[in-house]
């Protein structure tokens, strides 16, 4: 079973179609935390499809587009309602509106079971596969003149009221007061929703209009800050589920060896929720490996922090002589682990502090690029004391530990304006110096580099 | 340190004896003991395993029932509907008190995730059974569940994720995982995908005697769980974070929470599917919530909901041809919900309604007595009013201002003169004098304290005047003016002729 333009690029062409349309949609709806408002309409246009058909009697489009917009229409409009006079919190309204009208839409159906072949699993699975099929009569499939239709119709809906669209998105008090009606806003994008929603029924089923309509948004939030960007990429990550959904639906069965082909509008939702995946994980913002990296790389800061400050004060103690501090002592006060064995090397590496050997155990000490480092936390910490002592009712032995945690986040100017502050002084609360930085001098001896 | 937290609950159920947790949990045990008994009145129906489903729905469904039918069906004669209609009305009840905590968790429609998410379980359980075993796809249905329930909480931990996109993320791509599955199954295995439609549309009327056991049993286990962790699911829905201050483990209650709605939720799917599974879960809960404000209450009420909607529903479709069940029971929960959000006393749309409007007569007639008050004040108690002149005095309509006035006359506030005209009586007098006062009042402390020019007081004193409690009118007077004496106007009547 090969590529076949005839057949699968169709196909891929209806998937990106109606997963652009969603998407697109979809941002919005993410951003007003909305997100299963396409999932109640999707089940609710139930109804409204059966209304339809047992009016006119025939399975023509036109009738039943209309009916299942109204009912999509009704659904947003219900759940206002409820949630507005039955003070009933907003996802549970929407469930009740579309388990109800579902409902009626399932028993209408059956109740017409007689006269007509209307199967509710068409509106769940779409027939994607079978769109092509529709190509052989004519040059171009219905579904992708109808999907290229809603398409266009919601990229100048996007387009039009992109300014509205986006401040009654972020901020509808605002966008009141600006004088955008926002509940117009609000509307008009419901109805765009059940009009893209109940178009792509036939093609892709529900399913994959939920998955379509929330998830491309959701990642590309991951993966922006901008409106306009976060529009972008959505419709990046749609069309990439499209058109890996169908490869992966065609041919993956084959790879593991089995005789088969799965549904391609499930695997490109399945694509989708594999995309968001990545993007969880591997965001560069919001991603959790980003945030692992970056508590690491700060824990890793941290301990060379500590570990200067120790060496620096290790010093001052024994003021010139035998400043240089036993390996196992130094790892031992920093908390030890790997991160404090990586630290020491690192620190080695910059040249901030120095190996020696006495008697036959590894000593570490300061050179003079790492006491002017030290300098600068231990003056942030002593400073901290002091600014804590003078201005809150602290005992004098609840100071260090404020401190320890706060001098690694004083910056150079915040140490200046501290040092205004307390008119420069000299000693902090327990009566220790407080180093000031000076430029360093190149290490001569074992006292090289003292403030 | 979480799960140590979590073990320290009975010392302080304990602690707490005659707090209100303890007193509140016991009603709900008296649940769980209507349950049982109910189950084991019924219990020597559960027998044998018949297969009794489509065929004796049809038998029913062709004609019209009468009223033997009706009473036949409804005193639960026939051996299939029983089983249906206890069965669903096991599922409501319990259904109903579990969807009362995740209703009140905001979590209503997590319970549409896990039922669409529990479709990969139900298709890998598939696979592996060499022919349909119920309870191994029951077990698949509930491991995916549970997955999804925590793929739920998990993405909780990018701050960007809000829930509804979580739910929204997890129904659709656990389901499309699914239908991949099953996509798959349906090449290599024909004939049987008749299974995942009643999955999807769920089929009550092809209960047997051993599905209703099953669901029997989860009801009984959800509902003594809701009783047994009454407290720690009240604390988690109420104010998660006092709870997590509190040291409870607030993630493994939640998740508990959670798995029972799974529990639930898994065994509906076969009564009512898993699109209608959903309403189960909130439309009892969304409904008792109009009627009390205390969890308990609330608690048995949607329990109640729920088992009534399940069994009206099931009878009516055992009834009457053509009618789904799952669906029936959705509309008879629809009719539950709708009348309660019209007619329940507190927050009811009827009871408001009647609210704002006998308030708005209150604040007219106030107006109204008022208006007179200041015509008094100018020319003498008992002065007699023109209907012109008292029409010129506000913004109101002729026809509207005629019904207030003949509205006062039948209160005894006002009397008619000849010449259409009116004048206070002496009970008018005295309500109308503390309501100008009241205005006048409100006006000084604005002019006082507020700062706001004597020119723009009217307006805001005509909005409060209705509503100023005694005391603080008492409180008004000792600040500004002396006691029973109307103060002066701050500002011309202009509107007076």
Not at chain 2, 34 to 47: E, H, K, T
Not at chain 2, 97 to 108: C, D, E, N, Q, S
Not at chain 2, 436 to 443: G, P, Q, Y
Request: charged share 15%.
């Amino acid at each position: 079973m090969g590529w076949n333009w005839g057949i699968d690029g169709w196909i891929v062409l209806v998937g990106i179609l109606s997963a652009c349309s969603c998407a697109l949609l979809g941002n919005y709806l993410v951003l007003r935390k909305l997100s299963l408002m396409g999932d109640a309409i999707s089940h609710a246009v139930l109804p409204g499809l059966a209304i339809a058909f047992i009016l006119t009697g025939s399975r023509s489009s036109w009738p039943m587009f209309v009916g299942a917009v109204a009912v999509g229409g009704l659904t947003a409009l219900l759940t206002e309602a409820i949630t507005r006079y039955g003070k009933v919190e907003h996802g549970a309204a929407m469930g009740v509106v579309f388990s109800i009208l579902f409902a009626v839409g399932l028993i209408l159906i059956r109740q017409a079971a007689d006269h007509v072949d209307l199967d509710p699993g068409c509106v769940l699975y779409g027939n994607i596969v079978q769109i092509p099929l529709d190509a052989i009569a004519t040059t171009v499939p219905p579904a992708v003149l109808n999907l290229s239709i809603v398409l266009v119709l919601n990229l100048l809906f996007v387009g039009l009221f992109y300014k509205e669209l986006k401040i009654s998105a972020f901020d509808p008090d605002l966008a009141t007061t600006q004088g955008i009606n926002a509940s117009a806003m609000h509307y008009a994008l419901m109805i765009m929703v059940a009009i893209t929603t109940v178009a792509n029924f036939e093609a892709v089923g529900s399913i994959l209009v939920i998955a379509m309509l929330i998830v491309p948004g959701v990642t590309a939030h991951l993966l922006t800050d901008r409106l306009g960007m976060m529009i972008l990429l959505s419709l990046g990550v749609a069309v990439a589920s499209a058109v890996c959904g169908h490869v992966l639906a065609a041919f993956g069965p084959g790879w593991i060896g089995l005789e088969a082909s799965a549904n391609t509008a499930a695997m490109m939702a399945v694509v989708a929720g594999a995309l968001l995946g990545a993007a969880i994980l591997f965001s560069p913002q919001q991603g959790i490996l980003a945030k692992v990296v970056h508590r690491a790389a700060l824990s890793a800061q941290i301990v060379r922090q500590d570990i200067l400050g120790l060496l620096y004060r290790w010093r001052e103690l024994h003021d010139g002589r035998g400043q240089a501090m036993r390996r196992d002592d130094v790892l031992a006060a920093v908390g030890g682990g790997r991160i404090a064995r990586r630290a020491l090397r690192r620190l080695a590496r910059l040249r901030n502090i120095e190996r020696i050997n006495l008697e036959g155990q590894t000593h570490f000490r300061l050179t003079g690029s790492g006491v002017a480092e030290a300098v600068q936390l231990v003056g942030s910490h002593r400073l901290w004391e002091s600014y804590l002592d003078k201005h809150f009712d602290l005992a004098a032995d609840h100071l260090h530990a404020p401190a320890e945690r706060v001098e690694h986040y004083i910056t150079p100017e915040m140490r200046e304006q501290l040092r205004d502050q307390l008119t420069d002084p000299t000693h902090d609360p327990h009566g220790k110096p407080i180093p000031r930085h000076q430029t360093p001098d190149p290490p001569t001896g074992p006292d090289a580099g003292r403030p | 340190m979480r799960c140590r937290t979590l073990k320290k609950r009975p010392r302080n159920g304990a602690a707490g004896n005659d707090g209100p947790g303890r007193v509140l949990t016991a009603p709900v045990s008296w649940l769980v003991v209507g349950i049982a008994l109910a189950f084991c009145f019924s219990s020597d129906v559960f027998g044998a395993g018949w297969v009794l489903g489509q065929q004796s729905q049809t038998a029913t469904g062709v004609v019209r029932p009468g009223p033997a039918e009706l009473i036949r069906a409804l005193s639960l004669r026939d051996y299939n509907t029983r089983i249906v209609v206890l069965g669903t009305t096991l599922l409501g009840a319990a259904a109903g008190v579990i969807g009362t905590f995740a209703y009140l968790r905001k979590r209503a429609l997590l319970g549409d995730a896990l039922s669409h998410a529990t479709l990969p379980g139900i298709a890998i359980a598939f696979m592996l059974s060499s022919q349909k075993h119920l309870g191994l796809l029951l077990l698949g249905a509930t491991i995916a569940g549970v997955l999804g329930v925590i793929v739920v909480l998990g993405m909780r931990m990018v701050p960007r994720i809000k829930e509804d996109a979580a739910i929204g993320v997890v129904l659709s791509v656990f389901f499309g995982a699914g239908m991949v599955l099953f996509s798959l199954i349906q090449q290599m295995r024909t004939g049987d995908e008749a299974g995942l439609q009643s999955f999807i549309y769920g089929q009550a009327a092809a209960m047997l005697g051993r599905d209703a056991m099953l669901i029997a049993t989860v009801a009984v286990i959800v509902v003594l769980g809701s009783a047994l962790f009454f407290k720690e699911f009240r604390l988690v829905c109420f104010d998660r974070s006092y709870a997590g201050a509190q040291g409870w483990a607030v993630n493994w209650i939640d998740l508990l929470m959670m798995c029972l709605v799974v529990l639930i939720t898994v065994v509906g799917l076969q009564a009512v599917g898993l699109i209608l599974v959903v309403a189960l879960l909130i439309i009892p809960a969304a409904a008792a919530r109009f009627w009390t404000d205390r969890l308990t209450s609330m608690v048995l009420l949607a329990g109640v909901f729920g088992a009534a909607s399940c069994y009206v529903g099931a009878t009516l479709s055992a009834l009457m041809p053509r009618l789904p069940t799952g669906a029936v029971i959705v509309i008879a929960a629809g009719v539950v919900f709708a009348i309660s959000m019209l007619v329940s006393p507190h927050r009811g749309l009827l009871a408001s309604m009647v609210r704002q409007w006998s308030l708005a007569r209150r604040v007219a007639r106030q107006h109204l007595l008022r208006a007179m008050a200041e015509f008094e004040e100018q020319r003498g108690a008992g002065t007699v009013v023109r209907f012109d002149e008292l029409l010129r005095k506000r913004t109101w309509r002729a026809n509207r201002l005629n019904r207030l006035i003949r509205r006062a006359g039948g209160g005894g506030l006002v009397v008619a003169e000849p010449d259409s005209s009116f004048r206070l009586t002496s009970h008018g007098r005295d309500e109308a004098r503390r309501i100008l006062r009241n205005h006048r009042l409100w006006e000084m402390y604005l002019i006082k304290y507020a700062d706001i020019a004597p020119s723009h007081v009217d307006r805001d004193a005509d909005e409060v005047e209705h509503i100023l409690p005694p005391a603080l009118v008492t409180e008004l007077e000792q600040a500004i003016a002396k006691a029973g004496r109307i103060p002066p106007s701050p500002h011309p009547l202009e509107t007076v002729v």
